[in-house]
């Protein structure tokens, strides 16, 4: 009865009583008025739903009459009336159909116009609770009175097809939550297959579907192809395996389940080369025939674990063009095309006449909701960026989509003292991202992070030394090295440039220099970004004078700390900051 129900609800009016009767509205009708079949039925409403009145046409035709629907709170088999209209808190909508004079809960509705049946409004808060409905069928030059008689005691009288009852019966969200779904699962090895189940206390009929989900917290990368079957269930369960292959965010299983306790079990395999990703089984519970947003009760397991190779963060870029709109491009971690398309961060940047990331443009953690400037965004890139009057202002990396950086905050005026800002990373290895300044004397200063997001984003500034006016270009924040250190890169007027390695200390953050190569003064830009190639060593990209992009893959050597290059593209001149 439900699937014929749903059915008709969908389609709606007469064309759906009709079809669901097998029969057409038109001249291909055949069946005659005195051959007419009308039934009820039962339906399990959730809070918070609209389930509508009407019979449902098993034969015959309806063409010229009408209905009477009568509703109640008790069963329609006392007198005519008893308990007429719905608790207090429903709403009736009665969609073109009259409500007699005097009469509570009564509906004469055209069959000839669709949509013309009355619904209830069930409350979002709704107690379990039934209401009560019978039908009476009218035909064209009926006595009215005596149908509305026969559908307000439909359930006294003997089974017609003229006439009949239904139920709207409501369920509370906490009837709903006593149908449970408890979850056995462990991680899957690296090319071994381990066995999973749910186990189901079922108080009510429904529907179980199971889907995953990728865990908060970690880097999305997809573990690769994962099989998903022997699938088993005991009796009174029968289910549907609708992928050969785990999806995330997608229904895997789909279970139809009667009461009582049950388990349903299935085998994940694992690939040999697998990634390693965090996982949660989700299951949905749905009682309900009429539902409501988010009236499905929804239990997640505790995260297992796909072991494999750890997954490497991201890393891309940012540049600003000349109208003063800033661009990312995220990272693919392919070394051929380390970039994909370009994304707009946003206008107006053209007031600033510096800008620098502290570390990196660094993939985020993955999270369904919005992530705030906190903890969890240290180190992603954020960014410092300088106007015309000397003030500083921050920009605090935040996992919000489409807005990668959070409204500025003021540092402080008096930068225009510095003819370089440089992002650090964190050079003392604190937690917190650093910033370097050089003066126009040439000495460089430290301003060590604070770690901040309400207070001050620098402590007191620290010199480093003098003598770094013979550098064109500073660039630094990532680990080039791979001793777990912020180094630093300097060129100088001749085109050479020189890796100063990082220390950790927070005094003297860098060794003495040494030679990485001459010819760099081709390039206006240089940038360090991170892991570009997905290998764990920290790559540079570097712009030449015809707007080309070069990527030099990292070595992680504390001499050689370079490959030779690869041309990115070409179009990069549009962009007068890359960073």
Request: contains cysteine.
């Amino acid at each position: 009865m439900r699937k014929r129900m749903r059915r008709a609800a969908a389609m709606g009016g007469v064309a759906g009583l009709l079809a669901v009767a097998g029969v057409t509205a038109g001249a291909g009708v055949a069946a005659a008025e005195d051959d007419l079949k009308m039934s009820g039925y039962d339906a399990v409403a959730a809070p918070g739903s609209v389930p509508r009145f009407y019979p449902i046409v098993e034969s015959g035709t309806t063409f010229w009459g009408k209905v009477v629907i009568a509703v109640g709170r008790k069963p329609l088999t006392g007198p005519a009336g008893d308990g007429a209209g719905v608790p207090q808190g429903y709403r009736i909508q009665n969609y073109g159909c009259d409500q007699p004079a005097g009469l509570v809960g009564v509906y004469v509705c055209d069959l000839q116009v669709a949509y013309t049946y009355p619904d209830v409004v069930v409350p979002k808060d709704a107690k379990d609770t039934t209401l009560y409905w019978g039908f009476s069928y009218l035909p064209r030059g009926g006595d009215l009175a005596a149908a509305i008689e026969a559908a307000r005691t439909a359930g006294a009288r003997p089974a017609e097809g003229a006439s009949g009852t239904g139920r709207v019966i409501v369920k509370s969200a906490a009837s709903a939550a006593l149908n449970t779904v408890a979850f056995d699962v462990s991680d899957v090895p690296t090319g071994g297959t381990v066995r999973q189940q749910l186990r189901v206390h079922a108080v009510d009929a429904g529907r179980v579907t199971l889907s995953f989900k990728v865990a908060e917290g970690q880097l999305w990368g997809w573990p690769g192809k994962m099989p998903l079957g022997n699938l088993t269930t005991d009796p009174g369960v029968s289910c549907s395996n609708l992928s050969e292959q785990l999806h995330v965010d997608a229904m895997n299983l789909d279970c139809r389940v009667e009461p009582g306790d049950h388990t349903i079990g299935y085998e994940l395999t694992a690939a040999v080369n697998q990634k390693a990703l965090r996982l949660q089984a989700r299951s949905r519970f749905d009682i309900y025939d009429v539902h409501a947003p988010d009236s499905d009760v929804v239990q997640s397991s505790a995260p297992f674990t796909a072991l494999g190779e750890a997954t490497l963060p991201h890393h891309g870029l940012l540049a600003r063009d000349t109208s003063g709109r800033v661009w990312g491009y995220y990272g693919t971690r392919r070394a051929s095309a380390p970039f994909s398309s370009r994304y707009e961060v946003g206008p107006g940047w053209q007031t600033y006449n510096t800008i620098t990331a502290l570390s990196p443009n660094r993939q985020s953690p993955y999270y369904r909701a919005d992530v705030k400037p906190s903890a969890v965004t240290r180190g992603l890139g954020d960014l410092v960026a300088r106007d015309a009057s000397g003030t500083l202002w921050y920009y605090d990396r935040q996992i919000v989509d489409e807005k990668p950086y959070a409204a500025r905050v003021k540092v402080g005026s008096g930068w225009n003292a510095y003819d370089q800002l440089a992002g650090a990373g964190d050079v003392d290895r604190d937690g917190y991202v650093d910033l370097l300044a050089r003066d126009k004397a040439g000495v460089l200063w430290l301003y060590k992070g604070t770690g901040s997001f309400t207070g001050a984003r620098f402590k007191t500034r620290v010199r480093i030394g003098g003598g770094w006016g013979a550098y064109g270009r500073l660039a630094g924040g990532s680990d080039v090295t791979g001793d777990g250190r912020a180094d630093l890169l300097a060129r100088d007027a001749a085109g050479v440039l020189w890796l100063y390695r990082g220390t950790g200390s927070g005094t003297a953050p860098f060794a003495g220099r040494t030679r990485v190569g001459a010819g760099w003064n081709a390039y206006d830009q240089i940038v360090v970004a991170g892991d570009l190639t997905d290998d764990g060593k920290a790559d540079t990209v570097a712009r030449d004078a015809a707007g080309v992009l070069w990527l030099y893959k990292g070595t992680g050597s504390g001499t050689a700390p370079f490959a030779g290059r690869t041309r990115v593209g070409a179009g990069w001149n549009t962009y007068n900051r890359v960073f």
